[in-house]
């Protein structure tokens, strides 16, 4: 089912519930550029942000925090180049794992460097189930111009399981401007910008 014209969410077996549901992977990946064409490189990064019952933020996992308390998401390492032949960045959530505490979370994309998506060639990520790679949603990330932040993907726990959904509301662009403050000061050392 298509959502936006930049993404994909896989829904055709199983409705908006992926039955069984344990390891799911973030994967983001983005295309070097040449050395000689530009003076900078884009620098992507995938975050995982975890939220109590009532909706606060509880922990936030990325580059600069790779695992969480308890290690039911962990992050493979920052890329800042996008070299890598596959994915440049992955998140595991070992979602059987996560504290009963844990009700959502939220799958984040920001551009370290300030660059927009559209101008980061080959920009895109998925999330699959990490043990049979079944892809449920695929993002074009170049597809969202003048965007340096994006919430991917929200998992929220129900009684039947954990869910699925690509659709975030307005409210959330709070959530992102605290995001790109955190990147920022970890990353680069860098003062919180307002």
Known sequence: MSLYNHA??????????????????????WDPLERSAVSYQPDLDA?????DAQGRLSEVVHPGHLRSA????????DSRNGASPWDDERIFVFLAALPEAISQLAFVVTS??????HEVAGASCHISDSVSETAWARID????????????AK??????GWRIATV???????LLAELRRLVRCTKYGQAPLP
């Open 8 to 29: 994909q969410l896989n829904t055709a077996e199983s409705g908006d519930t992926a039955p069984d549901l344990n390891e799911v992977v973030l994967g983001l990946n």
């Open 47 to 51: 975050l995982c942000v975890l939220f």
């Open 70 to 77: 308890d290690n039911s998401v962990i992050h493979t390492g």
């Open 112 to 117: 370290a460097a300030g660059h927009p998506f």
């Open 141 to 152: 990330l170049t597809m969202l111009a003048g965007r340096t932040e994006h919430i991917v």
């Open 155 to 160: 998992l929220c726990r129900s009684d039947s």
């Open 168 to 174: 975030v509301s307005a409210a959330d662009d709070k």
